[in-house]
């Protein structure tokens, strides 16, 4: 009867919905297999370690690169750079010419000291013009100016950004009409993430078949509690640490009174001990280390507090090496301490790496590729 | 010009007259509040829920997702449950019968919060790519069976922790993020109604995770953050928070009205749950797991609901239990962690159907369960 067909259309209804919920099943099955092949990597480090630079080089060595219009979005971007590069020496001579006892070097001329103001005003707008010609020219003044020159020495306790000098050196480039930024001028840009950005990769050339895929995860834009989210990130399969050696002498951006490399040594002994990361491997980048050679001949390696038992031998070359180890070394050991002892053999491995060197680090993760797929296979 | 210095001097000297000031306002609390609600109520010879092992069962498990469940909502009409999971998917079940009914696959797959639509026709959600997503379920599916974003409110400069829409109204989501803000959103333009915190003094010093919108009074909320502090708002006045609770003493996980309106729970990293009086602003009950005798670490709660009457409180905690709380007298009267079928891993979310008849759990080991009130207890 009625209630009879009225049944059937009701279970006919119900198989329907059956059909679609087990269509949903296999679909996220497919695309779970799609994804079991992809290595997957976290890029974690302290702020201004060089995450980004690092994240810059994979686009431009094993994607496409950036195209023109990439490029040019950089612009302004890199005239903001000069901005704050400016007037981070502007402010910081003024403060230095005020407290530091052979003072009077770091007084700028009446004349740049007018040009300093103006300049420092714009970096603190919204709407700030790009760079002409004319404002190259003061740019130029000011940067040249015995007291900016003294101030700049002293980069180190200013949060003075790395692309200082290098931008200081391209300005009439950075001015011109029809400027592109180069690939250079791009990866020396400064620019803070926001949220999580990643890029799939294939380190080995693409002629090559059969290359491994890895996709890197950058999480450089959440300055927050990571003990909120670190926990998402459960199963990857490595986790690329950034350490910048050259920062041993200076001071956190948010905190003036505490070492970066400090902060460096706490935030790797916390993220060893996650219990997210027990079967994770660990890449550890002592970056930066076109830095740290020349900051290490002249200032000495104990000025922080983790590295205050270290002796040097002797000035050169040789001292370079006899740094960069104890720090390798400094980390090593707190690599095993910070590991359970039924964790330590976890792939672990060292590299030491310039982030901007491009060669370096392509060949950087031609090894890190080689180490995954040895892991892999003897598992 | 006052020197760094001289700055920090002052700034030291204004800390402490803060804390001294506060300590002075707990003490006065506490002469003010000679009980909590569990004496109280021991007094007015109430007697604890009785709870039987088969009032509450688990009768059915959602089986699909591949990464840890990391938040769940139900609808307010249809019993819809949308999950949101680590394998960077929502997946819309309808909770009657375990089928799926949409599965969404995430642009940015770290996804940490979501959230039904009232109207029960879209949802939300957000995570590490610091914005909230908008997607209609009535939108044309691609080839790949996904459904298109249709919207997405950008603006928080951290990850976006939680999300919920404004009863009864289609067009407001308010959001709260690591950023140490809360924002109230047009859904339809995709524009930030108002910001709570960051610039204004009053607002929370640390990532906001949680947060409760008043459901009798829908122009107020409640935040809870890392800051241990909860803090009320008013929508229509984002300058400034209209009263902040102090008394955890860890991050507040979870936040929750109480369903008069008039108070509100908590679940915090240090172990507890708390009630606390709205106007008043008094902590009214402590509820604190015995300590354990292991010595293991203790369990943070994760998060918590209240049953449509209020006298139960259902806490998940990173251990896997799940403590059914008698909210006037302090005892726990039942832990679905015990209970068989229980989950196998960290209770990460829970949520009661509007109707109050069953509660859903989600945990990290990838799986939601729908437990139903059974016997007498078809309501609580």
Same mark, same amino acid.
């Given at each position: 009867g009625s209630s009879c067909s009225r049944s059937h259309s009701l279970s006919e209804a119900e198989t329907t919905k059956n059909a679609k919920s087990a269509d949903i099943d296999r679909r996220i099955l497919q695309e779970t297999k799609a994804e079991q092949h992809i290595h997957k990597l976290l890029l974690l480090g302290a702020g201004e370690s060089g995450k980004s630079t690092i994240f810059k080089q994979i686009k431009l060595l094993f994607q496409t690169g950036f195209d023109e219009a990439e490029l040019r979005s950089y612009t302004s971007v890199i005239h903001a750079n000069v901005y704050q590069t400016i007037k981070i020496l502007y402010e910081g001579a003024k403060e230095l010419s005020q407290v530091e006892s052979d003072s009077s070097k770091y007084v700028i001329s009446p004349d740049n000291q007018e040009i300093g103001e103006k300049l420092s005003d714009i970096d603190g707008r919204l709407d700030y013009p790009l760079l002409n010609k004319e404002l190259v020219l003061?740019?130029?003044?000011?940067?040249?100016?015995?007291? #900016?020159?003294?101030?700049?020495?002293?980069?180190?306790?200013? *949060?003075?950004?790395?692309?200082? *000098?290098?931008?200081?050196?391209?300005?009439?480039?950075?001015?011109?009409?029809?400027?592109?930024?180069? +690939? $250079?001028? @791009?990866?020396?840009?400064?620019?803070?993430?926001?949220?999580?950005?990643? #890029?799939?990769?294939?380190?080995?050339? !693409?002629?090559?078949?059969?290359?491994?895929?890895?996709?890197?995860?950058?999480?450089?834009?959440?300055?927050?509690?990571?003990?909120?989210?670190?926990?998402?990130? $459960?199963?990857?399969?490595?986790?690329?640490?950034?350490?910048?050696?050259?920062?041993?002498?200076?001071?956190?951006? !948010?905190?003036?009174?505490?070492?970066?490399?400090? !902060?460096?040594?706490?935030?790797?002994?916390?993220?060893? =001990? /996650?219990?997210?990361?027990? =079967?994770?491997?660990?890449?550890?980048?002592?970056? +930066?280390?076109?830095?740290?050679?020349?900051?290490? *001949? =002249?200032?000495?390696?104990?000025?922080? $507090?983790?590295? =205050?038992?270290?002796?040097? #031998?002797?000035?050169?070359? /040789?001292?370079?090496?006899?740094?960069?180890?104890?720090?390798?070394?400094?980390?090593?050991?707190?690599?095993?301490?910070?590991? +359970?002892?039924?964790? @330590?053999?976890?792939?672990?491995?060292?590299?030491?790496?310039?982030?901007?060197?491009? +060669?370096?680090?392509?060949?950087?993760?031609?090894?890190?590729? !080689?180490?995954?797929?040895?892991?892999?296979?003897?598992? | 010009m006052a020197s760094v210095a001289e700055l920090k001097e002052k700034h030291a000297a204004a800390t402490a007259s803060v804390n001294s000031l506060r300590e002075r306002l707990r003490q006065r609390r506490q002469m003010l509040l000679d009980t909590d609600v569990e004496r109280y109520s021991r007094t007015q010879g109430r007697t604890p829920v009785s709870f039987n092992p088969t009032d509450l069962v688990c009768c059915r498990t959602l089986q699909g997702h591949s990464g840890k469940v990391y938040s769940l909502d139900w609808t307010p009409e249809k019993n819809w449950i949308v999950s949101a999971s680590q394998d960077g998917r929502l997946i819309v079940w309808n909770a009657l019968t375990s089928q799926k009914t949409h599965a969404i696959k995430l642009h940015c797959p770290w996804v940490m919060t979501c959230a039904f639509a009232p109207n029960g026709q879209s949802v939300a959600c957000g995570g590490l790519d610091s914005a909230c997503s908008i997607f209609n379920l009535n939108s044309q599916a691609d080839r790949d069976g996904n459904i298109p974003v249709s919207r997405i409110l950008t603006g928080h400069k951290g990850y976006v922790s939680s999300c919920q829409y404004v009863p009864d109204q289609e067009t407001r989501l308010i959001t709260s993020s690591g950023d140490q803000t809360c924002v109230l959103w047009d859904v339809t333009t995709g524009q930030r109604i108002s910001i709570f915190g960051g610039e204004f003094p009053s607002g929370h010093t640390a990532d906001v995770l949680s947060l409760s919108i008043n459901s009798s009074i829908s122009n107020m909320f409640v935040s809870g953050s890392c800051d241990a502090t909860v803090r009320l708002w008013d929508i229509r006045i984002a300058s400034r928070a209209v009263r902040t609770y102090h008394g955890h003493e860890g991050d507040i996980n979870s936040v929750k009205f109480f369903p008069d309106g008039q108070r509100f729970g908590t679940g915090s990293d240090d172990g507890t749950c708390r009630l606390f009086d709205v106007r008043t602003g008094h902590q009214l009950q402590v509820y604190s797991r015995e300590p354990d005798r292991n010595d293991n670490e203790l369990p943070t709660v994760t998060s918590i609901a209240f049953s449509i009457s209020g006298r139960l409180l259902f806490a998940g905690y990173s251990n896997g239990d799940c403590y059914v709380w008698d909210t006037l007298l302090a005892e726990v009267v039942l832990n679905l962690g015990n209970l068989q079928n229980s989950h196998e891993g960290r209770i990460s979310c829970l949520g009661l159907s509007s109707d109050g008849s069953a509660l859903c759990t989600g945990s990290w080991d990838k799986n939601l369960k729908i437990w139903a009130f059974s016997g007498h207890r078809k309501i609580v």
């Open positions: 003061d740019v130029k003044r000011l940067w040249q100016d015995p007291a #900016i020159q003294e101030t700049y020495l002293r980069g180190s306790i200013l *949060q003075l950004p790395d692309c200082a *000098q290098y931008f200081m050196e391209n300005l009439d480039r950075l001015a011109e009409a029809g400027y592109v930024p180069t +690939k $250079e001028d @791009v990866l020396y840009a400064r620019v803070r993430t926001n949220g999580v950005v990643q #890029i799939q990769f294939s380190p080995v050339g !693409e002629n090559k078949r059969g290359g491994e895929v890895y996709r890197l995860y950058d999480v450089g834009g959440q300055r927050n509690e990571r003990r909120k989210w670190i926990h998402l990130f $459960e199963g990857v399969n490595a986790v690329i640490f950034c350490a910048a050696i050259s920062e041993y002498d200076q001071m956190l951006f !948010e905190d003036e009174t505490k070492n970066r490399m400090m !902060e460096t040594k706490e935030l790797f002994d916390w993220v060893l =001990k /996650q219990r997210c990361f027990e =079967k994770t491997s660990f890449i550890l980048f002592l970056n +930066k280390f076109d830095i740290f050679e020349k900051k290490i *001949q =002249k200032v000495p390696l104990s000025v922080c $507090e983790w590295f =205050k038992d270290y002796q040097p #031998i002797a000035p050169g070359k /040789q001292e370079v090496e006899h740094a960069y180890e104890f720090v390798k070394k400094k980390f090593e050991e707190l690599y095993f301490q910070s590991s +359970k002892p039924d964790r @330590v053999d976890r792939v672990f491995k060292i590299y030491r790496t310039t982030a901007l060197d491009q +060669k370096l680090v392509k060949k950087t993760f031609k090894l890190i590729d !080689e180490s995954m797929r040895r892991s892999r296979e003897g598992t | -």
